[in-house]
């Protein structure tokens, strides 16, 4: 395609490694990033679109797009604030689909506004981000908006819907957060007034740029070395079993879905304080019951097959130097990968404190930042030659999971806006990706939300509906016995 941007422009910044990488991987189906906001009332698309300018106007990286530069370069073009953006509308989904475990919950009575949710979060988990002529090419907007009306039983759903090769979990919470307060000012016609960010107009560095030095990214040998052993030590791992009529199917359209989990209050306040007693992370036990779950997988026990490898996810912005701030927008989340046996006669608090001592090891002697280009070599191979992973299934490891604090979803304090739920963000997984991804949430009331993403038809929604089902009866149950 013809160039778009000018060679010099001060808005424009070239791709690092890791948003180039997102940015091919985001256009195979890995990194779509989405949030449902469930409204038991009618809003105005005008309303929507102010609310988002109000917070693209505060976040540069919210307002770019990938361009192509003369030299035929992918890069972030920064636009100017105060321009609105496209808010999309879309037709009410058309489901008779009644509510099964593993589904997204809505608070209020069932009036369908559950099944409607349910339905949009996976269509929008496999709608590409596309320019209006449906090409996948640049331009690309990083930020896009997506709404459903149904006027008949006053209902709106509103899609936040954030690229990963500028935007990551971290970001989207942030832009979901000052999106709700500035919507539900508006539709109560009162100012919006969101945070001031002094940088709101700024390019930031990509995350290899940001790494400290003296814990930079290896020399070139060195990576080579390193994706090598990672390629080679990968062979003693073991995946989730893939649905038996996978190899039959692997030609077909992957796409993702999500089935999402609930602790309770109790629930989640007897996991939190079971893992403070026993000295470990949430992120550990978490990891932890799906290792365990995982290794008694009847066809891996059988085998005795209970080696996984999995990727703990960092936020690193509080690692550069000098720190960014929690609200600065990127993608600046680096992947550790690990490796754990989930030998059948070691405990469950023995094994969580075994998974938090090796992520702080890990942490300890900074490999989340000095081995950024390892996997980013490693995942770059994946999107080339997807037959290097077991029957082109483009599956890497059991799971990805944030070792950071679960972010939280609070939103009964915007009254105006009669919320029924927020979900997200969920990332696709369709592309290259573990055989699922964990997404936790503190939904309202300290209730902890689990869900996980994977791929069809890799895996079906009953065989991962089982093995989900027992990883959080597990949690529950050590917690209780705690």
């Known amino acids: 395609m013809a160039p778009v941007v000018v060679s010099g422009d001060d808005n424009t910044r070239v791709l690092g490694p890791s948003e180039y990488n997102w940015t091919k991987a985001t256009a195979l189906g890995t990194g779509i990033a989405v949030v449902a906001v469930a409204l038991r009332r009618l809003v105005k698309s005008h309303q929507v679109a102010l609310a988002c300018q109000e917070v693209m106007d505060q976040h540069a990286t919210l307002r770019a797009q990938v361009v192509e530069t003369p030299k035929g370069k992918l890069a972030f073009h920064i636009k100017g604030n105060s321009i ?7 037709p009410w989904p058309q489901t008779s689909e009644s509510y099964s475990v593993g589904d997204i919950t809505v608070d209020g009575d069932d009036d369908g506004l559950a099944a409607a949710v349910n339905k949009v979060v996976r269509d929008e988990l496999n709608t590409p981000f596309v320019i209006p002529e449906d090409s996948p090419s640049p331009p690309l907007n990083l930020f896009q908006v997506h709404m459903y009306t149904e006027s008949f039983q006053s209902q709106t759903i509103i899609v936040l819907r954030f690229h990963s090769g500028g935007l990551d979990r971290p970001s989207a919470s942030v832009a979901l957060d ?4 500035a919507l539900n000012s508006i539709v109560d016609g009162q100012p919006v007034s969101l945070p001031h960010n002094p940088g709101k107009d700024a390019i930031l560095p990509t995350i290899e740029e940001l790494v400290p030095k003296g814990k930079s990214s290896k020399n070139f040998f060195q990576k080579g070395f390193d994706t090598v052993g990672y390629a080679l030590s990968a062979n003693r791992y073991s995946l989730l079993p893939f649905h038996p009529n996978f190899a039959e199917h692997r030609k077909e359209k992957f796409k993702s879905d999500v089935l999402t989990y609930s602790l309770g209050k109790a629930g989640t306040a007897s996991l939190l304080a079971a893992c403070k007693k026993e000295n470990t992370t949430l992120a550990a036990a978490l990891g932890t019951a799906f290792l365990k779950t995982a290794a008694g997988v009847k066809e891996l026990k059988d085998r005795k097959k209970d080696e996984f490898s999995f990727t703990s996810l960092v936020d690193c912005r509080r690692f550069f130097e000098p720190s960014l701030a929690v609200d600065a927008m990127g993608n600046f989340v680096a992947g550790v990968p690990q490796g754990q046996q989930a030998k059948e006669g070691c405990s469950f608090w023995d094994l969580a404190r075994t ?11 900074s490999k989340h930042l000095s081995e950024i280009p390892v996997p980013n070599m490693l995942f770059s191979q994946v999107l080339k030659h997807p037959n290097v992973t077991p029957q082109s299934s483009m599956r890497t490891s059991l799971f990805s999971l944030f070792v950071d604090e679960a972010p939280k979803l609070q939103w009964r304090g915007y009254q105006n806006l009669q919320v029924g739920v927020v979900a997200g963000p969920f990332p696709s997984m369709h592309g290259v990706g573990p055989c699922f991804a964990i997404s936790e949430t503190l939904r309202e009331g300290n209730d902890l939300s689990i869900s996980f993403i994977y791929a069809q038809p890799v895996f079906t929604r009953s065989q991962m509906s089982a093995y989900c089902a027992a990883a959080v009866e597990l949690l529950s149950q050590v917690s209780l016995d705690c």
């Open 84 to 90: 609105a953006p496209n808010v999309e509308i879309y």
């Open 355 to 365: 998974v938090s001592a090796l992520t702080a090891k890990e942490l300890s002697k």
């Open 178 to 181: 000052q999106f709700l307060t």
